[in-house]
């Protein structure tokens, strides 16, 4: 999350300044002391932080969970009095490429962070799978030579594609088409073929194993919510995951419009809202900004 609200610094640093004032001294818009929820920490700049109190929750399960603090994509070591603009640091699109890249020298051209993750457990003799959830395909891009294809995976049902055929056998016919390619084929006919070919084996892939059912009975969908749908989609595509003969599976799923530069509240309850309403997990924060939302359990 793009945020200085979320996890926020507030006593006994080791540097001796008062984490929290120069938080607020920073942010302007800072959110205040008793809108934080404690928790200790140990060998870190400062043994106590705070968390936003709309993720009391997450507060509640340090102990189990990581927060992934001050990272990004800079190139070098900077302190406050360096120049900070390294590699676009202030354009939102930029730092995005530079994270699902995580190749700062680009020592890997044209691969993604998740993708080269792939590569190497691939190697370790790990079946994997790259999955997008109208996510960002950068992320799962691997080297050609591990042949790690990035599958999509859909918010609906799959359904017949030929419904009304025209042509007998026309899925056979395609696959021949398609299939191994001849000696003289053009790079973009070929390029065309494979894109083809694996389109049809993904839904086919998917219809046998909604055919088989196998699906998640018990996620507490909510329809109105992307966020959701995207996650129920992940978990029923997980528990597939012995049919697809995969046993380690990475999935992007992107969930925007959260800039958390503006306001110390409303964007914060904003994301806890659509994070916390679609895991069913508590009530929303700040209700009264959004009177006809309600929320039944």
């Known amino acids: 999350m793009d945020s200085y609200n979320l996890l926020v610094p507030k006593g006994q640093c080791g540097s001796g300044e008062d984490g929290y004032a120069a938080y607020a001294a920073s942010r302007g818009n800072a959110v205040p002391l008793t809108g934080l929820t404690s928790i200790s920490t140990s060998d870190q700049v400062c043994q106590e932080f705070g968390v ?9 399960l340090y102990n189990e969970t990581i927060f992934f603090a001050n990272i990004g994509t800079l190139f070098k070591p900077l302190t406050r009095h360096d120049d900070w603009n390294v590699g676009d640091l202030f354009a939102h699109n930029a730092m995005q490429y530079n994270l699902a890249r995580g190749d700062p020298y680009d020592e890997a051209p044209a691969t993604g962070v998740f993708g080269r993750l792939l590569d190497m457990l691939q190697k370790q003799g790990h079946h994997t799978s790259a999955n997008n959830v109208r996510g960002d395909k950068q992320m799962l891009q691997g080297f050609p030579e591990y042949q790690n294809n990035i599958y999509e995976v ?21 696959k021949q088409l398609n299939g191994v390619g001849e ?5 973009f006919g070929e390029a065309w073929a494979d894109s083809v070919s694996t389109a049809l084996f993904e839904h086919e892939q998917l ?10 009975s018990d996620y507490p969908l909510n329809g109105e919510s992307s966020l959701s749908k995207g996650l129920n989609a992940i978990a029923n595509h997980m ?5 697809r003969n995969v046993n380690r599976d990475i999935y992007v799923l992107r969930e925007g419009g959260f800039d958390m530069h503006k306001s110390s509240d409303v964007s914060v309850c904003q994301f806890s809202n659509a994070l916390l309403f679609s895991l069913f997990l508590s009530e929303p924060c700040l209700t009264y900004l959004y009177p006809p939302l309600q929320i039944h359990h």
Not at 183 to 187: D, E, H, R
């Open 52 to 60: 936003h109190s709309d993720f009391s929750l997450l507060a509640d």
């Open 154 to 174: 859909t918010l609906s049902d799959p359904k017949d594609l030929n419904q009304y055929p025209t042509v007998t056998d026309l899925f056979d016919v395609a």
């Open 183 to 187: 000696l003289g084929n053009s790079f």
């Open 207 to 216: 219809l046998a194993a909604a055919v088989a059912g196998i699906e998640v």
């Open 239 to 243: 528990l597939s995951r012995n049919f």
